[in-house]
């Protein structure tokens, strides 16, 4: 190209050795370039209601039309978990102040349903509706968002993940699946902007699903059980994700599986955006264990420490809970009891499912015997119930 002799170029930035010079600033751009002037400003909208869901990346629910699953989406995004081969058809209503598309990024769908604006339709305008309708395929990890205008509709969160899982079930599939989508924000006196890589414009929040530290998911495993973690890169910057105490396997990218003989071994994998790693571990360790992006400012929330993009990651139980109940001297009447417990984990999360054994130590109270059980109740609640009883009573 064209190189200047002297001073560097306003417009480029290049000096006379060819090098870019420092980003322009915003300030800078605003007056030549109206259409910079709009993506920097705050991104607000009509009657907006404040975020209520307390975990991201949820599924969402369908009908079925003679074999094909039917999906409503109004301009708000969540996760999708269909088969492959399914014939899907995705009904796109724009409750929106501006208007949008949807790309299925990584699924093989036909050129007209792409969602490209101005490529292979026409933006889907405020008040529109719009179908597409393709086949679910491959297999794998994938994600949608939107293709309008994405320096603002995709840093305001107009994406999900979209999995699509194999038509023949997993022989062997792990026993915690788990999607975790990486992005960032910039937000300043309470207002949202584009996070971008450009100065003025950097982010200072980042999130795993749509939640920074410590309102992230807390993922609880056992210790044996096999975890695959699926990473997907939304944003405009990458994100070396670390997990502590343990290394994993890189066994799929972009949706597609990897041969075992090129599975990497790592314990840090450089998530860029629009990538998409599966991961698998094995939890061999009991403890409350930490994944977090390794560029450490990712780790603030609005730069203090801690917070970003970091999540308290599998916490193992390495047995079953014990609980001990002693009375001494022995009950003065014998009959039944009956209690409620709460059994929580090592990281004080309800335990589902947990296997509660009702006994008793008889060495103090000769002649008697007791019988028992422990009834699930849901979210941690187990009724203890017990009969107590003396021979010859």
């Given amino acids: ?103 299925w990024h990584g699924v093989e769908v036909p050129n007209s349903m792409d969602g ?35 320096d603002r509709q995709v840093s305001a969160g107009l994406y999900a993940p979209f999995i699509i899982d194999p038509k023949t079930p997993e022989a062997n599939p792990p026993d915690v699946d788990v999607t975790l989508m990486l992005s960032e924000w910039l937000m300043r006196d309470g207002v949202t902007y584009a996070a971008m890589p450009m100065g003025g414009m ?8 749509g939640k920074s530290f410590p309102s992230t998911q807390t993922i609880n495993v056992k210790v044996g059980q096999r975890v695959r973690m699926r990473f997907i890169g939304i944003g405009q910057f990458i994100h070396p994700m670390h997990l502590h105490g343990v290394p994993f396997k890189i066994v799929a990218t972009d949706g597609h599986l990897i041969p075992d003989a090129a599975q990497l071994t790592k314990d840090t994998i450089s998530v860029a955006p629009g990538e998409r790693y599966d991961v698998e571990f094995v939890a061999t360790e009991p403890g409350q264990w930490m994944l977090h992006c390794h560029i450490l400012h990712h780790t603030t929330n609005d730069n203090v420490e801690p917070g970003g993009s970091a999540a308290p990651e599998p916490a193992p139980v390495s047995t079953e809970p014990s609980i001990t109940l002693q009375t001494n001297p022995a009950p003065a009447m014998m009959g039944d009891l009956e209690l409620v417990l709460t059994v929580k984990d090592a990281v004080g999360n309800p335990l589902t499912g947990a296997t509660v054994m009702v006994t008793a130590d008889h060495t103090d109270m000769t002649g008697m015997s007791m019988t028992g059980q422990a009834i699930e109740q849901g979210e941690g609640r187990y009724a203890i119930q017990a009969n107590f009883s003396m021979s010859g009573n």
């Fill in 202 to 209: 950097e982010p200072n929040y980042f999130t795993i699903n």
């Fill in 116 to 150: 490209v604006p101005g490529v292979t339709q026409d933006p889907i305008q405020p008040g529109e509706t719009f179908t597409y309708e393709f086949t679910a395929k491959p297999a794998g990890t994938f994600m949608y968002h939107s293709h309008y205008e994405g």
């Fill in 1 to 103: 190209m064209p190189m200047n002799s002297g001073q560097p170029d306003n417009n480029t930035g290049m000096g006379n050795t060819g090098m870019m010079n420092a980003t322009a600033t915003p300030g800078s751009m605003i007056p030549d370039s109206p259409g910079a002037a709009y993506m920097m400003e705050p991104i607000t909208g009509i009657n907006v209601q404040p975020a209520n869901e307390t975990i991201g990346g949820q599924p969402l629910a369908y009908t079925d039309d003679n074999g094909v699953n039917v999906f409503e989406l109004t301009a708000r995004m969540v996760q999708w978990t269909l088969t492959e081969g399914n014939q899907v058809r995705i009904i796109v209503k724009n409750e929106l102040a501006e208007p949008i598309t949807i790309h």
